[in-house]
């Protein structure tokens, strides 16, 4: 009985153990010469300490011609808490019988934990190939696509490299592929690395080269079924297509303990917030240039940016957003730049601020959370401003302001005008204090020969020519000059908008706009304001500070359109000559 008991248990044992390992072959019964077929072959291993300790050994294959061939690993998981598990692993060969007549395909074996696993012999019987089968067919079923996939198991966002491969025994046909089309995929988003042709490789007198090279990312966990890529296939004047295998990806869930703002972001980055106002005092009601870039090696093109707060301290209009990106195999590189226009609303220090950003690492296998990207301001007064103004600065912006009121050619002036913030050149301003000098004296010439004149008996002056004394008739003259002013500026305007010379297109308008100015005698912004709503009221007031703030977007924005330039520049002409009425 002792004997029976250990004999049964023994049986069991080995039943038990053989329901480990799994090894199958999927059979053939018939095929054609020079006729592909595929051959796949399953291995399923369960258990926690069974161990492959040989690849797949094939049976004698020198009847047939290896096409190619592709393996892929899965992991079952059955019990997580106890560890159970089946590792499945499916290789796939692609043949074609060399021969006709009935060819037999030997056992594949492989050894797991010292034991010789293998499958069952089968017969396959091969014809020979139709007589009345084109050749040009032929080369056709000598050529076919394969995609293979670097990573199998991804995150989701984690980018992937896809290669997509033609292979053929006749070299000739690589050069009849034409375009390489991929169909609507579902679940990823694939962006191409590069589709230029490699070089091709020879082994077993079958030719392959790579053709494209793209990137996947998935956009959702589970397993994503890639659809198969084709291409044109080119044989004199017929054009047919050609598709590659399908491929399955295995998406795996971000892992928990994502950050608060965390934004689909998977990769690698980095975060700059800059303004062209950090070195120097902004203005209040005036705009401010802040961009936002972000930097680095991930799916850039496929997450939200952080969004910038708001704030009472001050207004924004929404970013235009540009992409500097390049595909490549560990993903999209480069960098995405959001530009704002900020328009501080109150003098002091304010704080521009954004949303927290944070990624995933896949090689870390965890989140990084860069925190708020904020910069701080300093905002003045147009008075604080102006206070602050060394006296060469001020001698500068005085000049500056009396070479652009001289009638004279609007280019004729503008290499005499001193920068602010610049190193000094005192050549420059020796030049403008002698032709400031020159001007005066000539001013006071003329006026004594006048005065001369005057005491002569003989020289009387006309009443038509007697001096302007009054306030009336002086406020009539800076008129007429404004309104001649204007239309000279307006039609210069015109040509640098056609001409799409936006840079000078401002440059003439700030010309425009501190000439009017000048004619209303006020010297900053707020007094202008003020003025006009006194002699134009409340309404064109208004209607003037919308066109000044679309002024400042447009002149600071990135990328100009000509419709945007069209409407701005009838707005500038609009608004501008009802001033010179």
């Known amino acids: 009985m002792h004997h ?50 040989t690849p797949l050994r094939m049976p004698d294959t020198s009847k047939f011609d290896i096409i190619g061939s592709a393996s892929e690993r899965n992991t079952i998981v059955l019990d997580s808490r106890r560890g159970a598990a089946i590792n499945q692993l499916v290789y796939q060969y692609v043949l074609s019988p060399k021969q006709a007549g009935k060819i037999k395909f030997g056992s594949v074996l492989v050894t797991v934990n010292g034991k010789i696993y293998k499958t069952e012999p089968f017969d396959i019987i091969v014809r020979d190939s139709e007589k009345t089968a084109a050749v040009e067919s032929t080369e056709r079923n000598d050529l076919y696509l394969n995609l293979e996939l670097e ?28 375009p390489i089309h991929l169909a609507s995929q579902k679940n990823a988003k694939i962006a191409a690395v590069s589709t230029k042709k490699s070089e091709i490789e020879s082994e077993g007198g079958v030719g392959s080269q790579v053709i494209g090279v793209y990137t996947i990312t998935p956009t959702a966990a589970g397993t994503v079924d890639i659809a198969p890529f084709s291409a044109q296939l080119e044989y004199r004047d017929d054009t047919s297509t050609l598709a590659s295998n399908a491929t399955k990806l295995h998406v795996k869930k971000l892992p928990t303990g994502m950050p608060q703002h965390y934004k689909n972001a998977v990769g690698h980055f980095s975060a700059e917030l800059t303004s062209d106002h950090q070195q120097k005092a902004a203005e209040v009601d ?17 997450f939200d940016l ?19 990106t390049k595909a490549g195999r560990n993903g999209t590189t480069g960098s995405l730049i959001a530009d704002y226009i900020i328009i501080p609303k109150q003098p002091g220090q304010i704080t521009v601020e954004f949303e927290n950003f944070s990624f995933f690492d896949p090689a870390r296998r965890s989140y990084t959370d860069l925190g708020a990207s904020s910069l701080q301001l300093e905002v003045q007064t147009p008075a604080q401003i102006a206070d602050a103004k060394s006296t060469i600065e001020k001698v500068n912006e005085y000049t500056n302001n009396v070479l652009e009121t001289v009638n004279t050619p609007v280019l004729q002036t503008q290499h005499l005008k001193i920068k602010d913030k610049e190193r000094i050149n005192w050549k420059v301003v020796f030049g403008n204090l002698a032709f400031l000098s020159s001007a005066v004296l000539l001013f006071l010439f003329v006026r004594r020969q006048n005065e001369r004149r005057k005491l002569r008996p003989q020289v009387q002056r006309a009443n038509s020519d007697a001096p302007i004394v009054t306030i009336a008739e002086t406020e009539q003259l800076l008129r007429t000059q404004l309104v001649n002013h204007f239309d000279d500026t307006i039609d210069y305007l015109s040509k640098l908008k056609d001409t799409s010379d936006f840079s000078q297109f401002f440059t003439v308008y700030d010309e425009l706009h501190n000439h009017a100015l000048k004619n209303y005698e006020v010297v900053n912004e707020s007094e202008f304001r003020r003025k006009l709503e006194r002699e134009k009221g409340a309404s064109f007031s208004e209607q003037y500070r919308n066109l000044a703030e679309r002024i400042q977007i447009e002149k600071f924005s990135p990328v100009h359109t000509g419709a945007d330039m069209d409407e701005l520049f009838e707005l500038i002409k609009k608004t501008y000559s009802d001033i010179a009425k």
């Open 4 to 53: 029976k008991t250990s004999f049964i248990l023994f049986f069991l044992s080995v039943v038990f153990a053989y329901g480990q390992v799994t090894l199958a072959i999927s059979e053939v019964k018939e095929q054609r010469v020079n006729q592909r077929f595929s051959l796949t072959i399953l291995l399923e291993i369960s258990g926690e300490n069974m161990e492959q300790e």
């Open 151 to 178: 990573k199998r198991e991804v995150y989701q966002n984690e980018p992937t490299v896809a290669i997509l491969r033609a292979y053929s025994r006749n070299y000739n046909n690589f050069r009849k592929l034409g």
């Open 286 to 302: 005036q705009p401010i240039h802040v961009t936002l870039k972000i930097s680095g090696t991930g799916n850039l093109n496929n």
């Open 306 to 324: 952080p969004a910038l707060q708001k704030s009472p301290q001050y207004i924004f209009y929404a970013p235009k957003i540009t992409s500097h």
